[in-house]
Structure formats: structure tokens, C-alpha cells
């Protein structure tokens, strides 16, 4: 048990974090390009949050969170999505006095009690945007063309974008009554999971991942009829937006997405090479969110999750992970350790002039630390060897085309800066 990771968990080994870092590149870069800046929130909250933020009838809430009492006998919990946090946040810092629209996006690890999948861990990584303070349907657009522009940019195609309006306190209970008649004749067919949301939230009958659940949903009571007027105006100023942004969507009235707190649009954009598990990116708008967790006045939100896990198995699959460089700049190689003192201070001195640089630590044979270098890539090698140093000079080896010639050892960083 002590050489193997947890059950859902995964070390992300140093050949693969440059695929990590250039999806994290790509989506900071994005972001600054739409005005959203960083925000890191602890990975862990009190279990009350989630609760209240997520919905005591979600599936995270009811069987997925990793909860447990700390020395304080407080209710802690490992943050199972982000936005709760985001948005406690919010509040806590008071931005919520602020007229103007506050842009948030994060990067970091997500706990969830799952069962582990392809794409899917019980510690697993999201890129998230939310944003705050804003009603309109351009905040909506925007946030969705984030997500759009994002997965476009790491080259993947056939995107299918889902959208949905899931209504508001106004509208809702009239589809509650006509969902609830619906189902009523089927109801002991009914999952254990779904029959318990009947009474208290039987919008997430349609969200329900039983095949047979799924099935008696077929034909249920859309929710577009009974949207009020602000929701119907919303709506369709949304795909209008998206319309003119040159987006394709499509309408789907049973996406409801898993969180109760999503209010107006939900969205989801799928990529379908990946199967099953083909969702990437999901999201909505949350504007009573900010009520429920702070007891204040009501304040807009909308935001996004996207897991990078999914993604990185789509880039994988589609072979659209470019070639990293993990060349290095120079090799030294000193033969004699009694010159290795001479070695390790020109090895640093050209480290401190920005150039990467490796060595031998174990003082093994000449022939050895060559295999080393062309191991680590490097482009040239140092040669301290003794004929050389008698002279104050090293041999400096070209290992792309094996030319090779001498530089005195106080040169050794006016060459590099000419390379």
C-alpha cells in the first residue's frame, strides 16, 4: 500500500506535465484575453457550504463528497467543484460592492468519491471561469465562447454545444406540479435516488443516469412551456448572441446539469469521440447563489468547469499534443573529479545565465556521462579533460553535427550568448 497511490488518484510524472502545462497555458492565455484573472481558493471549505451552495439533493452532496471532522470537531470537506468557493469568496472579500462585473477563473484539483473512469478520478483537475455581478444574456454568450474558443485552440473539432434554460423561482413550480404528474404513474419503476427527488427536487429526475429512469423521462414535460416571460427574453437573447458570435448550438430541453443551484441557462459542450463520458465542459448561470451562501442580497452568476482530464484524453486521442523541447542548452563532462570543483562552477555559472545545464553526480567514465548527455537531449558538451585544462581550455562538442572544438574556460559564456 505504501508504493501505490491511492485508489482514484494519479501522479502526473514529470513526461507528462508539459501536456499539463500547455493546456494551463493555453486557457490563461484565453482569459486574459476576455479580462478574467486567477483566483486560488482553499482546497478545502466547510461542509456547510457545499450543502447549501451545491444542493442536498445532488448526487456530489449525497454520495460524492469527502467529508470529515477536524481537530476543531468542525465539518470539513475536500472541495468537490469550485464555484461554492468562488463565490464564498465573493462574499467574503466584499466584491459584491462593486458595480462593475467581477471575472474569476481557476486551475486546480477537485475531490469527488466516484468511481474511477477514463477521464475521471476521485482527485481530478478543473479550469473553471465564473462571473459575477452581471444579469444579461452577453455575460452568458461571452462565458460560452470562453469555453468555445478554449477547446478550439488545442485543436479539437466536432464540438457540439448543448443549451438549455432551466427557469427561475417564478416558473419553475408549475413545471415542478406538471414533471411530478408526469412521473407519478411510474413512480415505483422509479430508481431509489430519483423516487427521494420526487418530493424535493424532481428537475433532477430528468438528470438521472438509470437507463430505465431515462427511459420513463422520454416525452416528459418540457420545460420552455413554462418558462415566464424574463426567462422566454433571456433565452432568446442567448441565442442570439450566439447566433451572431457565428456559434452552432443546439437546444436540448432535458439538460439540466447536476447542481440545483443553476437558474436561466444551463450549457454543455460535448465532443464526441470520446464515447459515453463525452461531456468536457459544463456550466450555467447560479443567481441565486450568492443569497444562499452569504443571506444577502441576490447578485447574478454564471460560470463554467471544465476537466482537464477529459481534455487531455481527447488531445491524446486525436494526437493534437504538440512536440515538447526537453532539450537541454549543455552537458558537462569532466572525466577527473579532481577538476570536477572547475566543472560544477561553470555548470552554475551559465545556470545563472539562464541556460540549462546538466552533470554527472556519480564521477562514472567519460563514455558513460556522453550516453548521459544525448539521454538528456543536450545540444552541446563541455569536456573538462585533463589536455584541455592544461591549457585553461574545454572542448566544446557540437552533438548535432559533432563538430567539435576548444574555447578557454572564461569564454564559455560569451559562446552560449552567441549561439
Known sequence: MLTTAPRGTKDIMPSDVNAWRYLEETMRKICAQYGYKEIRTPVFEHTELFQRGIGDTTDVVEKEMYTFTDRGNRSITLRPENTASAVRAYVEHKLSKDDAATKFYYIGPMFRYDRPQAGRLREFHQFGVEALGVTGPNVDA????????????????????????????????????????????????????????????PLRLLDCKN????????????????????????????KQLLTAAGVEYEVDHNLV????????????????????????????????????????????????????????????????????????????V??????????????????????????????????????????????????????????????????????????????????????
Open 211 to 238: 437507463p430505465h429512469c431515462h427511459e420513463l423521462g422520454e416525452g416528459a414535460p418540457s420545460l420552455e412551456e413554462c418558462l415566464c416571460d424574463e426567462c422566454k427574453e433571456h433565452f432568446e437573447g442567448l
Open 257 to 332: 446539469r447536476g447542481l440545483d443551484y443553476y437558474t436561466k441557462t444551463a450549457f454543455e459542450i460535448q465532443y464526441s469521440p470520446l464515447g459515453a463520458q463525452s461531456a468536457v465542459c459544463g456550466g450555467g448561470r447560479y443567481d441565486g447563489l450568492v443569497q444562499e451562501i452569504s443571506g444577502d442580497e441576490a447578485r447574478p452568476g454564471i460560470g463554467f468547469a471544465m476537466g482537464m482530464e477529459r481534455v487531455l484524453l481527447a488531445l491524446e486521442k486525436q494526437n493534437l499534443l504538440p512536440e515538447f523541447d526537453e532539450s537541454i542548452d549543455a552537458y558537462v
Open 142 to 201: 461571452e462565458i460560452i465562447l470562453l469555453a468555445v474558443q478554449v477547446l478550439q485552440s488545442l485543436g479539437l473539432k466536432d464540438l457540439k454545444l448543448k443549451i438549455n434554460s432551466v427557469g427561475c423561482p417564478k416558473c419553475r413550480p408549475q413545471h415542478r406540479e406538471k414533471l411530478q404528474a408526469f412521473f407519478k404513474p411510474n413512480f415505483d419503476e422509479l430508481c431509489k435516488d430519483c423516487q427521494g427527488r420526487f418530493d424535493r427536487n
Open 334 to 419: 569532466c572525466p577527473k573529479q579532481e577538476n570536477f570543483a572547475l566543472a560544477f562552477k561553470t555548470a552554475i555559472e551559465l545556470r545563472r545565465a539562464g541556460f540549462k545545464v546538466e552533470y554527472d553526480f556519480n564521477g562514472r567514465s567519460m563514455k558513460s556521462q556522453m550516453k548521459q548527455a544525448n539521454k538528456f537531449q543536450a545540444k552541446q558538451v563541455l569536456i573538462f579533460g585533463e589536455d584541455e585544462l592544461s591549457r585553461n581550455a574545454v572542448t566544446v562538442r557540437n552533438m548535432a553535427t559533432s563538430e567539435q572544438h576548444e574555447i578557454a574556460v572564461n569564454d564559455i559564456i560569451s559562446y552560449f550568448n552567441t549561439l
